[in-house]
């Protein structure tokens, strides 16, 4: 089974300041890894994937098999990037389509 | 704009009762899957359907059961409310296969009292 941890619900930074959520995951496969964004009264989105290895609104992650982690950075902070943010396992593999979320954690960005 | 659509946004059930969610999935998305939000917690996955049919399932009990329509759009029904029930539900749509995004839609606020 796999599990994705969040180990901050909430994250306070200052803009301008730099910005690391926290993902670690548990799975005996090869994944694929999600950022999904929620800004406040819209849809879940995603954000990022690891497979693409973009950036997205200034935001990148690098998949750590060997600490099995996919920290999410941005290295300048905006008040627009308030939002709770959830990391998300796929295993790879016929028929394993489904998304396997972390509790989240709430960013809020400190004018 | 991804496209999916879910009604109802918000509706209130007695717990005993029966629920049907509906969801039009993006236009060209052959595989709908549901999720369940609670409160301060991140989606889980209830299941999944493929050409009419479930492919993948969470860890859900058999009250909760879905169709999928031939021009994809879905339901998901729940029997005998529970309070612990009450949650968004999220509807999700892709094409078949790893490497696609899911596109979520905005959710249905259950609550049950």
């Known amino acids: 089974a796999q599990r994705v941890t969040q180990p901050e619900k909430l994250l306070s930074v200052f803009k301008g300041a730099p910005v690391e959520l926290k993902c670690n995951y548990s799975y005996s496969g090869s994944p694929e890894l999600f950022w999904y964004v929620q800004y406040s009264r819209q849809r879940l989105q995603l954000l990022l994937r690891?497979?693409s290895r973009e950036s997205i609104k200034g935001f990148t992650a690098d998949l750590n098999k060997g600490e099995t982690s996919f920290h999410l950075k941005k290295p300048f902070a905006q008040e627009e990037d308030s939002a709770m943010y959830y990391c998300a396992l796929r295993p790879t593999g016929a028929g394993s389509y489904q998304l396997t979320f972390g509790k989240g954690t709430k960013l809020s960005v400190i004018p | 704009e991804t496209g999916v659509t879910q009604s109802p946004t918000h509706l209130i059930k007695t717990r005993g009762q029966q629920v049907t969610l509906r969801c039009s999935s993006q236009?060209?998305?052959?595989?709908v899957s549901w999720y369940q939000q609670a409160l301060g917690q991140g989606p889980q996955f209830i299941f999944q359907y493929y050409r009419e049919e479930e492919n993948g399932r969470g860890n859900f009990p058999p009250r909760f059961s879905g169709l999928q329509f031939p021009n994809y759009s879905s339901e998901l029904n729940v029997n005998a409310l529970e309070l612990d029930d009450s949650a968004l539900y999220l509807c999700a749509s892709s094409l078949q296969g790893t490497g696609n995004t899911i596109y979520f839609g905005e959710g249905s606020w259950l609550t049950v009292v």
């Open positions: 236009s060209g998305h052959n595989t």
């Open positions: 690891h497979i």
